[in-house]
């Protein structure tokens, strides 16, 4: 019939537009929809860099993800003949028996990953940048790093086009119709069938998921750049990636300086408010500057200088905290990935290998099961 095809992917952010390169590679018939512009900054993957590091303190089971990850962040370097993934070692800092630095050497001791493990002089010594509280330790993990992000998701783009898909910007979703025997989906343009659905649309995912009860809160994320008194001290190849674990167990964050991006980014990586995707205010405030630069006076004094940018992205955040990666509870012809709560980027790539792998084989052999909706209990939809 017209319109059809054998997957429609819902959302062309970071997970979206990876799976699309991945089904596309693999000779698919690939529809992707996207509300916005292709490459847009509406949502959660803007601001030049995103973290990725190995030593996963957050759980871990994501470690085994992240080795595939850095292997697919290769293939789409050779593929592309573009640098996106720099390994810069990542400090990563926080009292002892804190989250982070628990949390980090677990998983490091657990999988054998690479680290060094640094006293409150060792971090004094190796990062004089740094100002820390006397009780503060460090773990150095030489594997992490930075990702370009509206780079990768370009790069996602342009492959996933020239093998052939179909990404289509500036149409909305209106309706999704799951079928025992296919998929339909209305947007503000046309209506299309297929044999499989991805449904990856970021902060909007609640809205098309709403049958699924899920409670997935939007918030509202800063993030800044400062000029440093003494810029030569967090230039690339001199500064790393590196985390600081707050009072409030949020996590500031930041990155070298970029000769193309001028400024130090600084963050901080824990719910912001509450807010809609749709009515967001993405306007900087004064506490959102201030929000930077108290990280900044507060842990590394020489970067107190000029406010440079600030920027608003978005968090979907799930209840625990962890991806959603599943079979939609109505139909296997559904699939869903959502709930990437602030820190899913790095994952794209893994992301998109295995919502191929279930939408062309029902199964994937990489290791999402502890991502599934079976954790949350709630009630399985009926397919109308």
Known sequence: MPNSHDIIIIGQGAMGASAAWQLARRGANVLGLEQFSLLHSLGSSHGHTRMIRMAYYEHPDYVPLLRRAYDL?????????????????????GPPTGEVIAGTTAAAKLHNLPHEILTHADLAKRFPQFSL????????????????????????????????????AHETVEQINLQQSHVTVTTDRATYQAEKLIICSGAWSSKLLADLNIN???TRQVLGWLWPQFPKQFV?????????????????YGFPMLSEVPGLKIARHGRGATTNPDTVNRTPTQADHNEVRNIAKQYIPKATGPTLSTRICLYTNSPDGHFIIDKHPATGRAIIACGFSGHGFKFATVIGEALADLALTNKTPLPIDFLGLHRFNNPKPEIP
């Open 73 to 93: 962040w290769d293939q789409l370097e050779e593929q592309s003949s573009e640098k996106v993934l720099y390994r810069t070692g990542g400090i990563y800092m």
């Open 236 to 252: 690339l190849n001199t500064f790393p990636v590196w985390g600081i674990e707050q009072p409030d167990n949020s996590l500031a």
């Open 216 to 218: 997935l809160e939007i």
């Open 133 to 168: 509280p006397e009780n503060f330790t460090g773990i150095w993990e030489p594997q992490a790093g930075f990702l370009l992000c509206e780079k990768a998701i370009g790069l996602f783009t342009r492959l996933a086009l020239e093998s052939g898909a179909t990404l289509q």
